[in-house]
């Protein structure tokens, strides 16, 4: 398996120390060797059936202040059942997490009990994957309110924006692209000045009353995913969606993202039929960039 490891900056390896002189052996009966124990589950699952798509880790260099840390990827024939080029997985380029300013924690990490990102929030965006052309408008910086209301059903964007008036938002930055299949995606990111105040936002636009939730631009009915079922990161909660049918020309697809004080967003739209494996894909990388 071919794996990519993070190197850290100013670190060269040292010349090895001489190995000491063997001391004479003693010939002694050795004892039986204990039976091995069972392995033990792993307390803390990340990707379980989603793991066969995205194939991602998070190699931990260090959760130390200032230290970068790097998203390894597993080569396609190193994965069981993905020996061919036909999963349907975009080639994403290889991700890595900011290094953090001076004094500060990664949001999951002992000490910081607000859950606050402490990166720079642009640097947590999922880079577009190899052969997309990036939208103009969402090229990975900061985004302005009216850009992100764009992207609700005309008959909620006042609703949203009350609801934001509200909910003391810090700032939103965005990235979309299309990729050669025709598949329009968009990434929005929400950091807010606390985690409450993100739950509470998230909590408008997913339950808007009897209607559903706050709906895309073009969408007028919803049905819940299931796909996202097995994408699991500590600390982080998804909710993912389907356009109902009968929908027009395009399906579109979405998710949002809780991450402590800052909520992700996640929209395919295609011609035909939105895919799965790519939404799928798409979320659980963005997923642990915020983890």
Known sequence: MTEQTLTQPGTQPGPEAPAPAEAPAEVRAQPPAPAPEKPRKSRRPLLRGIARWTAAVLVLGGVGTGTAMGITAMERTDVPGLATESDGRWDY????LPALPDGTLRPFTEGNDGEVHHADLR?????APAGATVDPKLKGGWVGLDTYLAHFHADDRSAVKEALAESALRHVAARGWTTPDGTSTRVYLMRFTSVAFAEAFKDEVLDAGTRGSRLPAGVDG?????SL?????SFLSLYSFDERKPYGPEQTRWAYIQAGDTLGLVVQSRKGEALTVPFQQTVALQAQLLS
Request: aromatic share 0%.
């Open 93 to 96: 380029p290889r991700l890595a």
């Open 123 to 127: 640097q947590l965006l999922l880079p």
């Open 222 to 226: 919803e049905t819940l995913d299931s």
């Open 229 to 233: 079922s097995d994408v699991r990161l």
